[in-house]
């Protein structure tokens, strides 16, 4: 493995006139003296899985596709391999920003607030001469910092009508969350930004997150399909440890006919959840949410469904209103690229899409994340930069959410500070192929048991092949075979058979705990 020193040194050890050579925007405008520094938009949406994005060749990419985000691959680069560090919400966008892992940021779980005085990429772009704009989910407690101008949704957010909190105060604005928050992007790029400077803009979504309420211009869409079921809906848990079985994150159990399912008939008017969903859209909107709820939910009444009918019902309730949510979110993002090409800013723009992390959508019986298997350890990442990223690349290097900032950073021909964790993904962007790149990646899901969805703290490395977890409050080990076993099924931690693989990866996991500095108890949680 290629040293990071080394590697970082080839990056950023060279004068300033090779810097310039080295980059493939600089080769592109060295004829123009007044060549500008690629422009970078980020568009993160919220649990979005990369099972639900069809370039990903999903179970679902034939009745739900998802053509603008199949576009970014098909004119750019798909990560086969993208991984997040810590599966939950808050922490994985304070990864993006500091390129550190969750004890060195300090938000190891959802709640905490996050220091807004610590480095962050978007901090040092703009002292680097970067104009840099946030709209959309924040979730960190504290305001941003580091952005020149923002506009974010108070913790969750809403789906309709929604709360923003802005520099100059909190205001309602009226209509759906995933348009309203393009609608201030694209206004931000039209009307309010320079356009002599470079610029970095966050377009975060709040969908699809729970409780995935569509937008009304797609109440109906997906009422005539049937959502193809994962092989594992029914998963009896047998062959994995506690944690599996002691989840309180299940389709069957934990989801909620009324709050998430939108069975309105089945809750009380005065139900929080109704009243932040539902209780907030206008005449207007509700009537069209009945329209096309009002018959679907009669019908499901009737018929009185019980044990697996059920479960089979509440699947497909759920897979369409989280894909109807990811319909509008790729409607928004083909209006973010018709818009830079209609004013000629693609060609010098990067455009990434990604998700804070995955979701399971019904695989072993679960929806929401957190565990390090393999549905909410994922996210998806693809990217296009015209002249740059070869037309439908795919890489299948290991990247982590932790390399966003050091690779945002590397676009923009920053230096890379030397405390950020992650790597510059530049050189895969352009196709190289690195002499020594990661060979395992390092996880740490905080939460744990007691808090929401009760899935039990853990830790763990994953490599190529081979995924070894350590559930430390129950001190329970698992280990999978990912070519044997994709769906991890069966833990062979207890099967001989493994027993020098397990030993190697005991010794990749204390090698990735010192090379992170994890301290050796986990930090103490601040409120
Ligand atoms: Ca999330």
């Known amino acids: 493995m290629i040293s990071r020193r080394a590697f970082l040194g080839c990056v950023c050890g060279g004068t300033l ?30 649990d979005h899985a990369e099972n639900a994005i069809s370039a990903y060749g999903s179970r679902l990419a034939e009745v739900a596709p998802t053509p603008n985000i199949d576009r970014i691959a098909r004119e750019g680069i798909l990560f086969r391999n993208s991984f997040v560090t810590n599966s939950i919400c808050a922490p994985c966008r304070a990864v993006v920003l500091t390129g550190k892992h969750s004890h060195i940021n300090g938000v190891i779980r959802n709640g905490i607030r996050f220091d807004g005085a610590q480095q962050t990429f978007p901090k040092l772009l703009r002292e680097a001469g970067y104009q840099t704009a946030l709209f959309g989910k924040w979730h960190l407690g504290s305001e941003p910092t580091g952005f020149d101008a923002w506009d974010i ?4 957010g809403h789906y309709y009508n929604p709360d923003f909190i802005t520099p100059d105060g909190r205001v309602q604005r009226e209509g759906y969350v995933t348009d309203i928050i393009t609608d201030l992007s694209l206004d931000w790029l039209e009307n309010e930004r320079d356009p002599e400077k470079p610029f970095m803009i966050m377009i975060q979504h709040k969908a699809p997150h729970r409780e995935w309420e569509p937008g ?21 848990y047998s062959g994995r440890g506690t944690a599996a079985r002691e989840q309180d994150m299940s389709i069957a159990e934990t989801m909620r006919l009324g ?36 018959p679907k939910n009669q019908a499901f009444l009737e018929a009185n469904l019980e044990g697996d009918d059920l479960v089979r019902w509440k699947y497909q ?78 890489t299948e290097l290991m990247v982590q959410n932790l390399d966003c900032a050091q690779t945002f950073l590397d676009i923009a021909g920053v230096p890379l500070p ?14 190289e192929q690195p002499e020594a790149w990661r060979n395992s990646i390092y996880y740490h899901y905080y939460e744990g048991e007691g808090r929401v969805h009760n899935v039990y703290k853990h830790y763990g ?15 329970e080990w698992e280990f999978y075979d990912l070519e044997t076993d994709p769906h991890e ?7 001989p058979a493994y027993a020098e693989q397990i030993a190697a990866l005991h010794t990749e996991l204390d090698r990735l705990r010192e090379h992170y500095r994890v301290p050796e108890d986990p930090p103490p949680e601040q409120a």
């Open 17 to 46: 006139a090779a810097l310039a050579a080295a980059r493939p925007w600089g080769a592109r405008r060295a004829h123009g003296a007044t060549a500008q520094r690629p422009n970078i938009v980020w568009i993160y949406s919220d």
């Open 153 to 156: 949704l108070p913790g969750q």
């Open 216 to 236: 009304p211009d797609h109440l109906t869409t997906y009422d005539d399909v049937k959502i193809p079921e994962p092989h594992n809906l029914f998963d009896d």
């Open 259 to 294: 709050a998430d399912l939108k069975v309105w008939e089945t809750v009380e008017e005065d139900d929080l959840v109704k009243q932040r969903t539902y209780g907030r859209m206008n005449d207007e909107q509700r009537a069209k949410w009945d329209a096309a709820y009002g």
């Open 317 to 394: 309730r759920y897979l369409k209103d989280y894909m109807r949510c990811i319909a509008s979110i790729d409607d928004n993002v083909g209006r973010v690229l018709d818009y830079l090409e209609a004013n000629g800013l693609d060609q010098n723009t990067v455009f990434f899409y990604s998700s804070d992390q995955s979701f399971y959508l019904g695989e072993h019986g679960w929806f929401d994340k957190r565990f390090i298997y393999e549905e909410s350890l994922r996210t998806p990442l693809v990217a296009k930069w015209p002249g740059v990223i070869e037309p439908g690349s795919e």
């Open 418 to 431: 030397g405390d950020m964790q992650g790597r510059s993904l530049l050189p895969l962007l352009r196709g």
């Open 461 to 475: 490395v994953r490599t190529d092949r081979y995924k070894l977890v350590h559930f430390y409050t129950l001190d």
């Open 489 to 495: 099924m069966r833990s062979e931690y207890d099967n």
